[in-house]
């Protein structure tokens, strides 16, 4: 059985301030892939990034970043200096190969205000 | 990335009617998935669709009530029969990107369906 927790409902931030969302997940299979995805108001949701459960180096985009553990199931995510773009549902999700799901968390609403 | 579009972006429908939902891809990609996503809620998925076979549902999705069809490998639509309330929903289509490895999906812009 798959299952990804996102513990955290919403978050509110004051722009520039670092904000951290937490990703938990189970599996029983050694091999998978983890993603988070954004989507913001408008609906639409757009990839972020996938990681496979092999390669657990942390990883940074511009002001993205991920922090993988596998000793804790955790895959969490960092935005740094947000900004008020930065304001949507963030999903962490988790598929194994062969299935080609992805099973997505509850979601975490960021805020970021001005 | 493949480009995904959808019809209609949203609707307001009667309960008891049916919608079809179209979605087309600018690629050709094996695999393509339905996801429902319900007012504040997260994203599941409803059916993997393939070209050339039938649409594979997950549990708690039948066909009668959600009709696939995935006529060629740029194409598919999804139907929501005798809509009731409860169907008001953001419905999305994804396609897989096989040569990036399992799992990695790609969304379309998602249509709004409120049901009244």
């Known amino acids: 059985a798959q299952k990804v927790t996102q513990a955290q409902t919403e978050i509110s931030v004051v722009e520039k301030e670092d904000v951290t969302l937490d990703c938990v997940y189970e599996t029983r299979d050694t091999t998978y892939y983890l993603f988070w995805y954004k989507q913001p108001p408008s609906g639409e949701l757009v990839f972020l990034i996938r990681r496979n459960s092999f390669d657990e180096q942390n990883e940074i985009s511009g002001r993205y970043s991920w922090n993988f553990q596998k000793s804790t199931s955790s895959f969490n995510f960092t935005i740094t200096a947000s900004q008020v773009v930065d304001s949507a549902v963030y999903f962490c999700?988790?598929?194994?190969?062969?299935?080609?799901?992805?099973?997505f968390g509850a979601g975490t609403t960021v805020t970021v205000r001005a | 990335s493949a480009v995904i579009s959808q019809k209609p972006s949203r609707d307001i429908c009667q309960r008891g009617t049916s919608l079809t939902i179209q979605c087309q891809v600018d690629s050709q990609v094996t695999m393509m998935f339905w996801y429902r996503q319900q007012p504040g809620q997260s994203l599941t998925l409803i059916a993997t669709a393939n070209q050339g076979s039938e649409a594979t549902y997950e549990s708690g999705f039948v066909i009668d009530k959600f009709p696939i069809s995935r006529p060629n490998l740029t194409f598919s639509t999804l139907t929501v029969s005798n809509m009731s309330p409860e169907d008001s929903s953001i419905y999305l289509c994804?396609?897989?990107?096989?040569?990036?490895?399992?799992?990695?999906?790609?969304f379309g812009p998602g249509t709004r369906l409120t049901v009244t």
């Open positions: 999700a988790l598929s194994e190969p062969g299935d080609y799901k992805l099973s």
């Open positions: 994804s396609v897989e990107e096989g040569d990036r490895g399992p799992g990695e999906q790609y």
